[in-house]
T-cell receptor, first 113, second 113 residues
Framework: ETGVTQSPTHLIKTRGQQVTLRCSSQ?????VSWYQQALGQGPQFIFQ???????GRGNFPPRFSGLQFPNYSSELNVNALELDDSALYLC????????????FGPGTRLLVL | GENVEQHPSTLSVQEGDSAVIKCTYS??????FPWYKQELGKGPQLIID?????GEKKDQRIAVTLNKTAKHFSLHITETQPEDSAVYFC????????????FGAGTRLFVKA
């Protein structure tokens, strides 16, 4: 069974730029959630994708957007990067939207200068 | 808004002793409570979970208890080992078309050999 993978592992951007982070869900999982984890804090829910549609969103502005592809992999896009966007971005997959157990990837560490 | 409070933020124990981490949640509709272990440079790893229709669950050295009336849940680790050293997160989740999960701020556990 293949676990959740994310790319890239690290990324440095400057304020105002745009970034795309990628996630491959665990084999057989059709639901992907994205989280932002600031240093020393717990993960914060950004949004969830189920069957290629957004299926719930946390308190993040519209410049955080996403996509899910037919193979259930997913992208997180952040426009107009701000210094406070520096964080570990985590992707988690679950068997279905109705299935509560989530499995996390290793994350992408984003630094905005 | 919904939140999960976690205590203590740091916990240091001697190898072989027990460790207890406590969480309180605010959303009474929460019905799924996972615990995650996060090691340095890695994503959170699910270690145990409990659903709202169960008061206690045990898996080898790890146990979780849930008091729905008080909206409290706790993680108990017995016979701690140095490899238990990590950051532990509690979370509370409820279904709203998809599962929305709120995490606590984390507890950094140090197990001294």
């Amino acid at each position: 069974e293949t676990g959740v993978t994310q790319s890239p592992t690290h990324l440095i951007k400057t304020r105002g730029q745009q970034v795309t982070l990628r996630c491959s869900s665990q084999s057989g999982h059709n639901t992907v959630s994205w989280y932002q984890q600031a240093l020393g804090q717990g993960p914060q829910f950004i949004f969830q994708y189920y069957r290629e549609e957004e299926n719930g969103r946390g308190n993040f502005p519209p410049r955080f957007s996403g996509l899910q592809f037919p193979n259930y992999s997913s992208e997180l896009n952040v426009n107009a990067l701000e210094l406070d966007d520096s964080a570990l971005y985590l992707c988690a997959s679950s068997l279905a939207a109705q299935q509560e157990t989530q499995y996390f990837g290793p994350g992408t560490r984003l630094l905005v200068l | 808004g919904e939140n999960v409070e976690q205590h203590p933020s740091t916990l240091s124990v001697q190898e072989g002793d027990s460790a207890v981490i406590k969480c309180t949640y605010s959303d009474s509709a929460s019905n799924y409570f996972p615990w995650y272990k996060q090691e340095l440079g890695k994503g959170p790893q699910l270690i145990i979970d409990i659903r709202s229709n169960v008061g206690e669950k045990k898996d080898q050295r790890i146990a979780v208890t849930l008091n729905k009336t008080a909206k409290h849940f706790s993680l108990h680790i017995t016979e701690t080992q140095p490899e238990d050293s990590a950051v532990y997160f509690c979370a509370a989740s409820r279904y709203t078309g998809g599962f929305k999960t709120i995490f606590g701020a984390g507890t950094r556990l140090f197990v001294k050999a």
